[in-house]
């Protein structure tokens, strides 16, 4: 049974650099057709894709964050990580790292439990 | 604004059928995924593909698609069963890598 836990801190100050990490328990990262995603909700709003990393370095991220994101894998340590930059108040949310399955039309299948992040002084 | 649109509230009596949808145009190619979530939890798959439950997934939970609109029914809906509930789905414009999701539609078992 495969598990995802984020990590990471619960406190920002503006314009530094969001650092989260996703650590994969019960399976394993190096098979293919896995997209290891992020993806974040705002207090009270909806869910809002962040972006996903595939075939241990093929990337793609949320048009809308993309100047300020980056997503890695590191499959030896079974972790793959989430670094935004230049954070701003708004991007105080709940962080969720989750497993999207090609196998099952790109669902995301498997969520971690998700990390409360605020951008604050 | 999303890409894909759900309605903001649904309520279904106790017992009864509800059927919540999802409307957008990438989902004449793409089938859509659902999604329950409850206060304080993480989201949970109910529903992907054309009508596929993951294990532990209720029967009464089912899934359809026609032309821009997915639909998640809930046959005999549980007091268990309130939630928000996203749909989301590939983006068929551009490279088809983007991904989206609807805005969520929170139903209300009376």
């Known amino acids: 049974q495969v598990q995802l836990q984020e990590s990471g801190p619960g406190l920002v100050k503006p314009s530094q650099t969001l650092s989260l990490t996703c650590t994969v328990a019960g399976g394993s990262m190096s098979s293919g057709g896995y997209y290891w995603s992020w993806i974040r909700q705002h207090p009270g709003k909806g869910l809002e894709w962040i972006g996903y990393i595939y075939n241990s370095e093929s990337t793609h991220y949320n048009p809308s964050l993309k100047s300020r994101v980056t997503i890695s894998v590191d499959t030896s340590k079974k972790q793959f990580s989430l670094k935004l930059n230049s954070v701003t108040a708004a991007d105080t949310a709940m962080y969720y790292c989750?497993?999207?399955?090609?196998?099952?039309?790109?669902?995301?299948?498997?969520w971690g439990q998700g990390t409360m992040v605020t951008v604050s002084s | 604004s999303s890409d894909l649109t759900q309605d903001p509230a649904v309520s279904v009596a106790l017992g009864q059928t509800v059927r919540i949808t999802c409307q957008g145009d990438?989902?004449?190619?793409?089938?859509a995924s659902w999604y329950q979530q409850k206060p304080g939890q993480a989201p949970l798959l109910v529903i992907y593909g054309k009508n596929n439950r993951p294990s532990g997934i209720p029967d009464r939970f089912s899934g359809s698609s026609s032309g821009n609109t997915a639909s998640l029914t809930i046959t005999g809906a549980q007091a268990e069963d309130e939630a928000d509930y996203y749909c989301?789905?590939?983006?068929?414009?551009?490279?088809?890598?983007?991904?989206?999701f609807g805005g969520g539609t929170k139903l209300t078992v009376l």
């Open positions: 990438s989902l004449r190619k793409y089938f």
């Open positions: 989750a497993r999207g399955i090609a196998a099952r039309n790109d669902a995301f299948d498997i």
């Open positions: 989301n789905s590939r983006d068929s414009r551009g490279d088809h890598r983007r991904v989206l």
